[in-house]
């Protein structure tokens, strides 16, 4: 399987080089990065301190997807969404883990998907889609008098907030009570707010230091206290779950997928 990854110089991009030159039955068909990027022309490998593997970065996503079997995105939701465009031309599957993406771009997202494989999730980890099952189920056998509340901590470059895993949690407990998301939300609170309304899903954003990302689910009774949490001390786990995303898109029929749809979760 030729993967390809866009954003190759970034944070997870470079993480996904690697775990890719770690993966059988992996190889790394190119990489992306933005035009004007100093990193243009550098070696893919190189950009790990692995051993040059002859692929340059390019701004050419076109010819990227022309040369991949799948591509995995992890940039910004414009970005991701002009490469969804080019997977469906080219019939290469892409893996998204782009987050902040609106409802309209999800939307875009899903119609590309009727052309070509595309694996979108918030959080590629096993863990966080552990967390969303078990949100899910907690959430459909406590009431209303159990509050909900998602507090998230990501690193201090993090642009989009709550964090896309954080609202993945609050549609889990969403789905489990039987309301929509958008109805109960309560993404920010500030000054004289007034009393909690009964049913709301509130979301809480820290920012700081290197966190890789950090989400607790919260069901705040009367005398009592349940927290769900989640740590991820390493990029390494979203990269390898994104690659095998990427190699279980192989033969797929085209659809949208989720990280639920290759763990086998639902
Ligand atoms: P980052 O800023 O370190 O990396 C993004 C990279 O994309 C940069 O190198 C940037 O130059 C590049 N880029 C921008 N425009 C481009 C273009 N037109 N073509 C090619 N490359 C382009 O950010 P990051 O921390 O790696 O996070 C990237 C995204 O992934 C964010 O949305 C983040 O929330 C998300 N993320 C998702 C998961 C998950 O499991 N789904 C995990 C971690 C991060």
Redo the contacts with the bound molecule.
Sequence with gaps: MKIGI??????????LIETVLQTDGGELAGG????G?P?QGDDLAGLVGATACGLAVT?D?RALFAAADAVI???????TL??AVIAAETGTALV?????LDAGQTAQLRAVAENTVII??????IG?NLLAGLTRQVASLLGEDYDIEIVEM??K????AP???ALALGEAAAVGRGVVLDEVAERTRDGHTGARRAGDIGFATLRGGDV??DHTVIFAGEGERLELTHK?AS?A??AR??VRSALWSAGRAPGFYTMRNVLGFD
């Excluded at 992306?32 to 035009?35: D, Q, T």
């Excluded at 995105?73 to 970005?79: G, K, N, S």
């Excluded at 470059?157 to 989009?160: A, C, G, I, L, S």
């Design positions: 866009v954003g190759c110089a970034g944070r997870m991009g470079r993480m992306c990065e933005a035009e990027s990193h701004s996503a995105d992890f940039t910004a939701p414009a970005v002009a490469n998204v883990g782009t987050t902040g979108q999730a918030a959080n590629f980890s966080v990501h690193h470059h993090k642009v989009d964090s896309g895993t890789v990302g991820a990029r786990v979203f779950g994104a």
